[in-house]
C-alpha cells in the first residue's frame, strides 16, 4: 500500500489551494480516503474524507470552503481549499480509510504513527496573512 500527496505550498490568505493524493496496492474504488491535517498550535484534526459511494464528510472548520472529490479512474482524490486563512496552515495528510470524527489528537497522531503504509509523507500548506 502506498499513499502520495502533492499540491501544498504558499499561499495568501483569501486564495486557493488544491491538494492531491494518490494511492495504489488497494482497490481504489472501494476504499474511504481522508485528509487529517496537524498544525503547532491545535495539534490534528480531521479535515475531509470521501466514501466509497461518494458520500462526503467536512469538518466544521473548513465547511463550505473545502471540497473532496475523488476520481477512480485516476486513484486519485483531490481536496480543493478556498477562502484559506492563516489558521488552515498545517501540514495535510492523506489517509486510506474513512475519518472518525470522535478522535482525539493524539489519537490521530498515534494512529498517522503506527500506520505509515496507510498515510502519505504529508504536505506543507502555508497560508500568509
Known amino acids: 500500500v502506498h499513499v502520495v500527496e502533492s499540491g501544498g505550498g504558499l499561499v495568501q490568505s483569501g486564495g486557493s489551494l488544491r491538494l492531491s493524493c494518490t494511492s495504489s496496492?488497494?482497490?481504489?474504488?472501494?476504499?474511504?480516503l481522508s485528509w487529517a491535517r496537524q498544525t503547532l498550535g491545535k495539534g490534528s484534526e480531521w479535515v475531509s474524507g470521501?466514501?466509497?459511494?461518494?458520500?462526503?464528510y467536512y469538518a466544521d472548520s473548513v465547511k463550505g470552503r473545502v471540497t473532496i472529490s475523488r476520481d477512480n479512474a485516476k486513484n486519485t482524490v483531490h481536496l480543493q481549499m478556498d477562502g484559506l486563512q492563516a489558521e488552515d496552515t498545517a501540514v495535510y495528510y492523506c489517509?486510506?480509510?474513512?475519518?472518525?470524527?470522535?478522535?482525539?489528537?493524539?489519537?490521530?497522531?498515534?494512529?498517522?504513527?503506527?500506520?505509515?503504509?496507510?498515510w502519505g509523507q504529508g504536505s506543507l500548506v502555508t497560508v500568509s496573512s
Open positions: 496496492g488497494v482497490t481504489f474504488s472501494d476504499s474511504a
Open positions: 489517509a486510506l480509510g474513512p475519518p472518525i470524527e470522535s478522535m482525539s489528537s493524539a489519537l490521530i497522531n498515534s494512529v498517522r504513527c503506527n500506520n505509515v503504509d496507510a
Open positions: 470521501i466514501y466509497s459511494d461518494g458520500r462526503t
